[in-house]
């Protein structure tokens, strides 16, 4: 995994028994981009396919949100040349933050990815980070998100609509609720967090935990926040409360010495009360009026973007392993997250590796399928054709 960390600049689920549609589950398989931008990321897919989003923390001013830009991509979405012993690609990450027609702030950096192996740039995972920190004006931003792939000339653009959030108010406040892979509380606003952004919000289901961070202001040390997650139905799916803590330690500035003024806490949801699926997650101080939500998945692997057990166990038609497939059906909802992790381990060959390779080699051929095979009124994938090459992979002859 290569992570970018950047300084900071002052410049419709459907239920369990329904039937998926088959003409929609290959297209959200070939390009997970497209489902995250209609849950209301900043993603696009090829040439240069990635995933970003924007979070808000209390800056040292009323007048200056923190903002964390996160930006996620696979090696494979980059071009890679030979540089000596390795394999480079290089890359660049422009972001421009505009009110009207005004440029307020605007990101541009640099980067490369090297790797020793010719197999290393094919990953189709999230391999590559990008993270920066920018303070900017609260209310409504357009942001623009334009990510350059240097060896090959080929670039992809995203716009969107931010509404910064304003932290001045002198009352007890949230902080966004940021999905992260590891994160440590700050002691001050004039500092920035040490976090490590989870771009995507993304867990694949049953292998790693689901973490956040969040912040308090004008709260006291060990208030209580409650939090909840609810599937897009409205149904609940988790929830616990956790208590926000300040800092032990004050910080030398200078001549004077900045004391605690955030509260905060990591919260880490483990995979075992996580269920497949798009959650809605909400954070709610008692007694405040405000609610801070954000939107999380949980899916079968970090490489494909879907998010319903029902549509996973329509495209293994062909995976064989009949028998745990109807028992995962016909399971009830509480039952099924433990047979799909117990699924995934019976199949995986390789249990040292985060990825089940039968899975991902399975479902590139149905992509290949549903792209070679497709007839007038059925999807690739789904002919006598797409059926035996799915089964059976590439011929030895043609």
């Not at 004006?137 to 990510?147: C, D, I, K, Q, R």
Request: charged letters at 25%.
């Amino acid at each position: 995994l290569l992570v970018v960390l950047a300084g900071c600049s002052s410049a419709g689920r459907p239920g369990r028994g329904s039937t998926p549609d088959p003409e929609v589950l290959v297209p959200r398989l070939a390009d997970p981009t497209a489902v995250y931008r209609q849950l209301g990321f900043l993603a696009k897919g090829g040439p240069v396919p990635f995933v970003a989003s924007v979070h808000y923390l209390a800056g040292p001013t009323p007048d200056s949100t923190l903002a964390v830009f996160g930006l996620s991509m696979a090696n494979n979405a980059l071009s890679f040349r030979r540089a000596g012993n390795l394999l480079e690609a290089r890359y660049r990450i422009e972001a421009v933050f505009r009110r009207g027609t005004d440029i307020v702030r605007q990101i541009g950096s640099d980067q490369a990815v090297r790797v020793a192996t010719t197999s290393e740039t094919r990953r189709a995972d999230e391999s590559v980070i990008f993270q920066q920190f920018i303070y900017l004006p609260p209310g409504e931003l357009t942001v623009t998100v334009v990510v350059r792939d240097r060896n090959a000339l080929k670039s992809t653009r995203d716009d969107g609509l931010l509404n910064v959030t304003f932290f001045g108010t002198g009352r007890p406040v949230l902080s966004s609720l940021i999905p992260v892979y590891r994160g440590t509380p700050r002691v001050s606003r004039t500092y920035l967090p040490t976090i490590l952004v989870n771009a995507r919000a993304t867990s694949p289901q049953g292998a790693d935990t689901l973490i956040f961070y969040l912040e308090g202001y004008e709260v006291a040390a060990g208030a209580p926040v409650i939090l909840r997650a609810r599937h897009t139905d409205g149904s609940p799916a988790w929830q616990d409360t956790v208590r926000l803590t300040e800092a032990e330690v004050a910080v030398a500035v200078g001549r004077d010495t900045v004391g605690p003024d955030v509260a905060a806490t990591v919260i880490r949801i483990p995979p075992d009360q996580l269920q497949l699926g798009e959650l809605r997650f909400e954070a709610t101080l008692p007694g405040a009026p405000d609610t801070v939500r954000t939107l999380a998945l949980v899916t079968f692997s970090e490489q494909w973007a879907v998010t319903n057990l029902d549509d996973v166990l329509a495209l293994l038609r062909y995976f064989g392993h009949e028998e745990a497939i109807r028992a995962m059906r016909e399971a009830s909802t509480a039952e099924r997250g433990e047979m799909w992790r117990g699924f995934w381990k019976a199949t995986d060959p390789d249990s040292m590796t985060p990825e089940n390779e039968a899975l991902t080699a399975y479902f590139r051929r149905v992509l290949i399928a549903n792209l070679r095979f497709r007839e007038e009124a059925e999807p690739g994938w789904l002919t006598d054709r797409g059926e035996v090459f799915i089964t059976l992979g590439e011929p030895d002859e043609v």
